[in-house]
């Protein structure tokens, strides 16, 4: 069974950063993309970044320029997947998730980020 542990949310003043971890443990068989999703109080699950395994990275359009995503591969890193999160917005508030293999694979738990003053 895979488990994804989110870490690195919190409450951050607009334009500020915040840098969110995710490990993968458990069995994994393959990963063929490792990403992050967000969800807004009211609103519908939202993609936001992922990489594949080539290490290509993709963002959606609201945070392209802002976030930056990164995996780790060394070999006691576990998987463990990184989103840098720079220019916040209050916009930007949301529950974030880390996925393996898109909407059909693995969630975690979920992490809060609120960015307000």
């Known amino acids: 069974q895979v488990q994804l542990v989110e870490s690195g949310g919190g409450l951050v003043q607009p334009g500020g950063s915040l840098r969110l971890s995710c490990t993968a443990s458990g069995t994994i068989f393959s990963i063929y993309t490792m990403g992050w999703y967000r969800q807004a109080p009211g609103k519908q699950r939202e993609w936001v970044a992922h990489?594949?395994?080539?290490?290509?990275?993709?963002?959606?359009d609201s945070v392209k320029g802002r976030f930056t995503i990164s995996r780790d591969n060394a070999k006691n890193a576990k998987n463990t997947l990184y989103l840098q999160m720079n220019s916040l917005k209050p916009e930007d508030t949301a529950v974030y998730y880390c996925n393996i293999n898109g909407p059909a694979g693995n969630w975690g738990q979920g992490t809060q980020v609120t960015v307000s003053s």
């Open positions: 990489v594949n395994g080539g290490g290509t990275t993709n963002y959606g």
